[in-house]
């Protein structure tokens, strides 16, 4: 490397390998090497290398009696240091404390010691409906919990109107069906608001709270002069 010129730069173009380690960065005088560290005649640098550590993550069981060990641990390198914390995220999850945690400690130039020890009890999330009534009016929100991974239909019997049917919940308002409450079992047909529903669509995929928006369509008058309402899966004129 000339003198004067980038040492960082004229280093790029070398990686050492130590088994066991990752290469970290270049050290001179025990200082890590920049793009304004400059070369000179007689100088030394050092490898500085992350050491492996391994990180066991534990999730709480359905029904919140236990925590299961995930089947593949989370490896990750960091420098030599003391009272090392990884950190761990779990979607749908959220970190908690344990008797048998191992959440910080130092981490040693012995990959084999560096083992952690991470619990998440799952989230409980917040579904809030809005029914958005088709007659203008807005009706009051309710809500209802559950715990994420938790197989949970969307609510699809308890909310009506005289004349419309509830066919699903969107994400956002004036959206589109995301969730659909599947009224529609009679071959596209039913009477009233008392057809028969399949199981409604399921929130076990929701991660994070969240605000359903009802959508409907409305009914036609029985042709035959009864007072009936029909519900048809096609909302044509």
């Known amino acids: 490397v000339k003198p004067g010129s980038s040492l ?3 280093l790029k173009s070398y990686t050492p390998s130590k088994p ?9 005088d025990g200082k890590e ?5 400059k070369a000179a005649d007689g100088i030394t640098v050092k490898a500085d290398y992350k050491v492996g550590y391994t990180v066991e993550v534990y999730l709480e069981s359905l029904d919140g009696k236990s925590y299961e060990k995930k089947a593949e641990n989370v490896n990750g390198y960091d420098y030599i240091q003391k009272n090392y914390a990884p950190s761990y995220t779990e979607v749908g999850f959220v970190q908690t404390t344990n008797a048998g945690e191992i959440v910080k400690k130092d981490l040693s130039a012995t990959p084999s010691e ?3 020890k991470i619990y998440f009890n799952r989230k409980t999330i917040e579904i809030t409906y809005r029914p958005e009534y088709p007659d203008g009016s807005e009706g009051s929100d309710f809500t209802d919990t559950l715990k994420y991974g938790q197989t949970k239909y969307v609510e699809a019997t308890n909310v009506k109107r005289d004349g419309y049917v509830l066919v699903g919940w969107a994400t956002e ?11 529609f ?3 596209g047909v039913v009477r009233n608001h008392d057809g028969e529903y399949g199981n409604p669509d399921a929130l076990s995929s929701v991660t994070e709270d969240v605000v359903l928006y009802g959508k409907w369509i409305k009914a036609r008058t029985d042709m035959l002069g009864g007072n009936d309402y029909i519900y048809r899966l096609a909302d044509d004129d």
Do not use: D, H, M, P
């Open 8 to 10: 960082s730069e004229g």
């Open 20 to 28: 066991g380690y990752q290469f970290g960065r270049w050290l001179l």
């Open 33 to 37: 090497v920049t793009s304004s560290t």
């Open 114 to 116: 560096n083992i952690y």
């Open 173 to 183: 308002k004036g959206g589109e069906v995301k969730y659909a409450t599947n009224f």
């Open 185 to 187: 079992k009679l071959e």
